[in-house]
């Protein structure tokens, strides 16, 4: 009666030999082909320095003079953009300007890169249903997965440094966008659809001129979550090396700097909640016409 | 002229295996005993029509008889599962992807019951669409959109959204649209259906009146009867996917194919829908009495009044060129009023 008790497991010396085929193979992988795969990223690695460059080198105030344009531009909200302005004059007066630019180059650079690829995919998924199968089940994969385990491989082949920690950002930040593309599109009224078609639109017609624009609110609300989990994953990307307000956070938590830990704290706070309502306002901007 | 949609032996089968289920059809296989063996439903079955030209052919039936899917089946946006349409000589189910796009382009637009306007487009962009799907120059398109805003009666609402204007005034959108692109045929699915009926009058006025210019070849779907007989040349009735009667107004009234016609135009008021010309009794050697001479598009209520001014109890029937063509008496037009006294079956 002992297989009741006790569960029917492989063997210890398979397991082993298991763990360390899929180690090695690995390993074996990535010293060959990891190279050639970082230079593959190369491109994107000069271009998140050269952000980041550009706005540690900028003087802050014209800094924030842009920032407060784009704030006032997207969301027409005296309230928002006073309130950026406090936001960045305190994160500015407690040391934290630097680390601040450098997670918002991240920041940016990161929602860029998970719009071009996860636009795409999310009409991909609309269009056909197969397609969607697919692609549901990889996404629920990246959402809940634990952080660690992808930085693992990710380390491995990359090493430790920005570009690691811009991939593992991705990761996080993707799936909201690529969900609320296929949702939009699907949603859009097929009545709608019909009228288009039945007037002989064909499909970039169809999908420019009606569906994208009749999704973009549900669109844009992907893209405000998947800056939110960007700015998330800021502290555990700091842990592969990236630069920015995560790295004070994770040396207060080893050395017990309350501090510290919280007014970098605070300042993620700070930058989520105005990324959140400029975007928001943008998103309602967009449906002007569902209003008499 | 005369035959321009010619619809042949159309069938439309939805479901699985849809081969095996239209040779259980054309075997002679009902609807209901499809949907139990095969899982199919079956959505038209064997349709012919003729639709002649620069006419409004009026397709009629209750929901789920299939009148809407016959409709999409000629600019197909619903394939047919087997059958032939040819419009104007151009076999339409042999098109390929462009060519069909052409075709819906040029040769037919659709009105729809919902409107579908694009909501986040300006009203002049909607009348617009189908001529920018064309890539017609703007200078064109802009011209023409103001034309059909100013014909419709929305002049000055060109910068509007579709949300800001009544149901009355949408459908008018949809209807400029549909019309802005000159295509000669034009499908109207139960089109003025989801409007109040003052706004649904007039709008049927509206079609009337446009069509008397345009002369565009119009199939409209209703569920309506009154609407069907208001706007109808031709009338086709639709059951379970199968025409009934197909023929003009007058004669449906007159001549109901069976019970479920009958049944259809129990409650129309018939003095107000049949014309003279429908139930005179045809003669020419007629002398010209002192009687009231009454038009043959004369309906019964009016010839009523003629005949209840006088002491006769007859009137002539005069055509169009002035031609005495025939004579209705007192009992022929009271016959006429009057519910013919069958019994109304009720139909399975």
């Known amino acids: ?292 | 002229m005369n035959n321009y949609i010619k619809i042949k032996n159309l069938y439309k089968i939805f479901g699985n295996n849809t081969n095996e289920a239209l040779s259980l059809v054309k075997e002679g296989m009902s609807k209901e005993e499809l949907l139990e063996k095969t899982n199919c439903v079956l959505g038209l079955n064997d349709i012919n029509l003729n639709i002649p030209k620069g006419k409004i052919h009026v397709i009629m039936g209750l929901s789920g008889s299939g009148k809407s899917t016959l409709i999409r089946h000629l600019n197909r946006l619903i394939e047919p599962t087997f059958g032939e349409i040819t419009i104007d000589g151009v076999n339409v189910l042999k098109l390929n992807n462009k060519g069909l796009l052409e075709y819906r382009q040029k040769n037919m637009s659709m009105v729809f019951q919902k409107f579908a306007l694009f909501p986040h487009k300006t009203i002049q962009e909607n009348i617009s669409y189908g001529l920018i799907v064309q890539k017609i120059s703007e200078e064109i398109y802009q011209e023409k959109s103001q034309f059909w805003l100013k014909r419709v009666g929305l002049e000055g609402y060109e910068n509007y959204y579709p949300n800001q204007l009544s149901g009355g005034m949408q459908q008018r959108v949809g209807l400029a649209r549909a019309l802005a692109t000159d295509a000669e045929i034009l499908l109207m699915d139960e089109a003025f259906s989801a409007l109040d009926p003052l706004i649904r009058a007039e709008m049927q006025d509206v079609l009337i009146d446009l069509q008397l210019e345009l002369k565009k070849t119009i199939v409209f779907i209703t569920h309506d009867l009154d609407e069907a007989l208001k706007i109808g040349e031709r009338i086709s009735i639709l059951r379970d996917g199968s025409v009934v009667q197909d023929d003009n107004p007058q004669k449906i009234i007159l001549n109901p194919a069976d019970d479920y016609v009958s049944d259809f135009i129990k409650d129309i008021n018939r003095s107000r829908v049949i014309k003279a010309k429908s139930i005179m009794t045809k003669s020419t050697s007629i002398k010209k009495e002192t009687v009231p001479i009454i038009d043959s598009e004369m309906v019964l209520e009016e010839v009523l009044q003629q005949i209840t001014k006088t002491n006769h109890y007859f009137v002539l029937v005069k055509d169009n060129q002035n031609k005495i063509i025939g004579k209705i008496t007192l009992k022929e037009l009271l016959n006429g009023i009057q519910r013919p006294r069958q019994e109304i079956k009720k139909y399975a």
């Open chain 1, 1 to 292: 009666m002992e297989w009741l008790t006790k569960f029917p497991e492989m063997d210890r010396n398979g397991l082993r030999e298991f763990k360390k085929t899929v180690d090695n193979s690995f390993t074996s992988f990535s010293r060959n082909y990891g190279e050639g795969i970082e230079s593959f990223f190369d491109p994107l690695l000069s271009f998140l320095v050269g952000f980041e460059k550009l706005f540690l080198n900028t003087p802050w105030p014209i800094t924030i003079f842009t920032i407060l344009s784009i704030c006032w531009l997207a969301s027409r909200s005296i309230l928002i953009v006073s309130g950026t302005l406090l936001s960045f004059l305190l994160i500015g007066y407690f040391g934290m300007w630097e680390d601040t630019m450098s997670t918002l180059a991240i920041i940016l650079v990161a929602t860029l890169l998970c719009i071009c690829i996860g636009i795409p995919i999310g009409i991909a998924m609309a269009r056909s249903n197969k397609v969607q199968t697919l692609i549901l089940p990889i996404l629920d994969v990246m959402q809940t997965i634990p952080s660690f385990v992808y930085l693992i491989p990710v380390v491995m082949l990359l090493g430790i440094g920005k570009v690691p920690g811009l991939i593992a950002v991705c990761i996080y930040a993707i799936p909201p966008i690529v969900r609320l593309t296929n949702l939009g599109i699907r949603l859009v009224d097929k009545d709608i659809l019909e009228a288009a078609e039945s007037f002989g639109a064909n499909y970039w017609q169809k999908l420019f001129g009606v569906q994208i624009p009749l999704a973009l609110p549900t669109i844009f609300a992907g893209v405000n979550q998947t800056i939110m989990m960007a700015l998330a994953m800021v502290v555990i990307a700091s842990m592969i090396g990236v630069q920015g307000l995560g790295l004070p956070v994770l040396r207060a938590i080893s050395n017990q700097y309350l501090a510290l830990g919280l007014l970098n704290g605070l300042a993620i706070v700070v930058l989520a909640i105005i990324f959140d309502r400029v975007t928001q306002k943008i998103g309602e901007r967009m449906q002007k016409y569902k209003s008499d």
